[in-house]
């Protein structure tokens, strides 16, 4: 069985910084791909950022230059350092991994609530 498990969200000011982490345990053969979803109030879960097991990333468009993703192979974490935060990046924010544990499958934690409010 392999979990995943966040932690790092909170309420927060505009212009305000987090950083969000995800760790990955159980049985885990490899991982590849590791990144973060999130779900704004009453709007579909939408993607944030991605990073490849090398380090190759990928990123929302509305997130572009605030927010940057990086990830720790030998802890099997990813991070989500998110600046200058506005009241849009509200949302419950997911993190996935692509695992092999004798498959390969997609793993989800169970989500931390980023509100940004003044």
């Known amino acids: 069985q392999v979990q995943l498990v966040e932690s790092g969200g909170e309420m927060v000011q505009p212009g305000g910084s987090l950083r969000l982490s995800c760790a990955a345990s159980g049985s885990i053969d490899s991982i590849a791909a590791m990144g973060w979803f999130r779900q704004p109030p009453g709007k579909p879960r939408e993607s944030v950022a991605d990073i490849t097991e090398t380090g190759s990333t990928n990123y929302a468009d509305s997130v572009k230059g605030r927010f940057t993703i990086s990830r720790d192979n030998a802890k099997n974490t990813v991070y989500l350092q998110m600046n200058s935060l506005k009241p849009e990046d509200t949302a419950v924010y997911y993190c996935?991994?692509?695992?092999?544990?004798?498959?390969?499958?997609?793993?989800w934690g169970q989500g931390t609530q980023v509100t940004v409010s003044s």
């Open positions: 996935f991994a692509n695992v092999l544990s004798d498959v390969w499958f997609a793993a």
